[in-house]
């Protein structure tokens, strides 16, 4: 099986900041899309961020230039830098893996880490 453990949530006043960590581990060969989706309450889930294996990096418009997606390949972790914290950001992050647990899968499967909880108030 696969583990996705996020971690680095938290209350942050308007204008700060907070680094998101979610770390994949289990039965893992390969590790192609990495991302960060979050929904806030009475909303649907939406894409924040998404870092491919090559590198390339997709943001929704509202989160550019103040959240920074990174990936640490070696130790199957994604990361996501937020600064410039909004109130309207204020949500349940998730974040996401596409994995081949062998060599001999034939496609990747999205597993999901159990959210953490991001709030920005004064």
């Known amino acids: 099986q696969v583990q996705l453990v996020e971690s680095g949530g938290g209350l942050v006043q308007p204008g700060g900041s907070l680094r998101l960590s979610c770390a994949a581990s289990?039965?893992?060969?390969?590790?192609?899309?990495m991302g960060w989706f979050r929904q806030a309450p009475g909303k649907q889930r939406e894409l924040v961020a998404t870092s491919s294996s090559g590198g390339s990096t997709n943001y929704r418009d509202s989160v550019k230039g103040r959240f920074t997606i990174s990936r640490d390949n070696a130790k199957n972790t994604v990361y996501l830098q937020m600064n410039s914290l909004k109130p309207e950001d204020t949500a349940v992050y998730y974040c996401n893996a596409d994995v081949k647990q062998t060599s001999f899968s034939r496609s990747y499967h999205r597993y999901w880490g159990q959210g953490t909880q991001v709030t920005v108030s004064s």
């Open positions: 289990g039965s893992i060969f390969s590790i192609n899309a």
